[in-house]
């Protein structure tokens, strides 16, 4: 077993609301090995986000620790990086400068500006979204804006990287065009990842592990699955291959059999 | 009635209406871009647009100018739009005359108005940017001064003429004084609502990235609130523009405001005509230029 990266140990999650005391997570108990990718999938409203906000140090527990490199975390920090689900781009900056404000954070202490700019534009030329480093986030397509996001994310190389729907917003076919991009980073720079999806494909073809969570309130995690597909994964390699069509055959069946949503 | 009006219209005299018209290009000056050869289809289509442009405002302009010439034939007193117009081409032929204190240009009162109201305004935003950005982010403040402004800002700021004249002593910094009260309220409750309303995803940016407290000012509130410093600044540049008149008919000395009063009292009803279209026309390029500065400054979000 590698090192892990994040440990997730009895977290419990409550809101207090106008209606009294909301139990949202309960009993989550979670290890994520160091370059693993995670992925987080479950019917819309169980948790999926306030997990990945409580490993983003966005929000801290009710109840449990979550640790990050053996060090609790207590609030947010470079070191995890997050891609939101609305690109949340500065409308007021450029492409590069979007980048360009997580990198200077990280590392404009120990390095010179020609460094700085050079990582920024790497971080894009490998979304490749170089042709467009000078564009203001209105003047690019939704894709193209995610891909910034996610080149944002890179660019700090945190520990772990923490994706909430990185691509809902997006048509199936940007989104598949974005899940390939996604799938050769990772597998370039080795990232620790964990991501929310509602997509099954998206979750078996891009991680090691796929952790299903049961239907809110008081959510915790229902089943986890290991993804044995070996790396590097090619999409229409798979899309016959027996193993990817059984993780995909387990997930469909915890998500419609087990937690059946009802029509609300 | 308004349709008689509209009827007795081409009454008024034809030279008149010809001149007013050139008039009225200046004031709203028309955008003409720089046309490439295209074909004689799209450049009729242009004309077309063009003309529906252009042409109901100056059709607007020359009922207001028929009115006023009828207003006018019938009422004495009420200097007619030749009259007027002859006066305006004297006036502005030398708008920069001065034959001591209560005897100046146009030019010069206009000037003076300005910069009593950029001096009030200057001071109102130096003070009010920096609180509403406090009371924008902490609720504590907001809830402290919240009602002191409720309070205060319904008050006509000429009723702090007379505070201003018992603390300055003289007319002139009282009327900046009124401009200053009048342009702090919407510049405070506006920057403080532009901060309230920076979107959380922005914070929640910055609290990732865990930039310093510096940096979120500079790179994301100030940004985020500046389309709404501008409408503040807006809104009290307008306000501002509207009292000074009437402060400095109550002070006297150099300005547009006391030279209304002062053609009042000889009885040049003519130049006080005058005087209405110049503080419109000034008013309304104030107000322009904000505009654009707004739209320089404004983001969008999608
Ligand atoms: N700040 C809050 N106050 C009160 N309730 C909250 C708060 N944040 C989340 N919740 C509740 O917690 C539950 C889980 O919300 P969460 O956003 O994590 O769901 P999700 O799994 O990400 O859903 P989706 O797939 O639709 O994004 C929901 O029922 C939601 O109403
Ligand atoms: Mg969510």
Known sequence: ??????????????????????????????????????????????????????????????????????????????????????????????????????????FGAAEKKEKLRARVEAALAMVHMDH??????????????????????????????????????????????????????????????????????????LSDRIVMMTNGPAATIGEILSVALPRPRDRLALAHDATFVECRGIVLEFLYRKQLKKAA | MSNVVALKLPIAPLSEEEETATESQCISPVVIEATPPIGQARAGKRLIEFAKTVVPPILGLLLLIGIWGLVSMKTSGIPGPAVTWTEAVRLFSDPFYSNGPNDQGIGWNVLSSLKRVAIGFGFAAAVGIPMGFLLGRFTFMSSMFDPIISLLRPVSPLAWLPIGLLVFKKADPAATWTIFICSIWPMILNTAEGVRRVPQDYLNVARVLGLPEAKVITKILFPAVLPYMLTGIRLSIGTAWLVIVAAEMLTGGVGIGFWVWDEWNNLKVEHIVIAIFVIGLVGLLLEQCLIQLAKRFTYETR
């Open chain 1, 1 to 106: 077993m590698m090192k892990p990266m994040v440990k997730i140990e009895s977290v419990g999650q409550s809101f207090q609301t106008k209606q009294g005391k909301f139990i949202a997570l309960r009993d989550i108990d979670l290890t994520v090995a160091k370059g693993e990718v995670v992925t987080l999938i479950g019917h819309s409203g169980c948790g999926k986000s306030t997990l990945l906000n409580l490993i983003a140090g966005l929000t801290l527990p009710t109840s449990g620790v979550l640790l990050c490199d053996n060090r609790e975390i207590a609030g947010p920090g470079p070191d995890r990086a997050v891609v939101f689900q609305n690109h949340s781009l500065l409308p007021w900056m450029t492409c590069f400068e979007n980048v360009m404000l997580g990198v200077e954070r990280v």
């Open chain 1, 132 to 205: 467009a480093l000078h564009k203001y986030p209105h003047e690019v397509s939704g894709g193209m804006k995610q891909r910034v996001g996610i080149a944002r994310a890179f660019a700090m190389e945190p520990k772990i990287l923490l994706m909430d729907e990185p691509f809902g917003a997006l048509d199936a076919l940007t989104r598949a065009s974005l899940q390939d991009e996604l799938l050769g980073v990772m597998e370039k720079t080795g990232a620790t990842t964990v991501m929310v999806t509602h997509d099954v494909d998206e979750a078996v073809l």
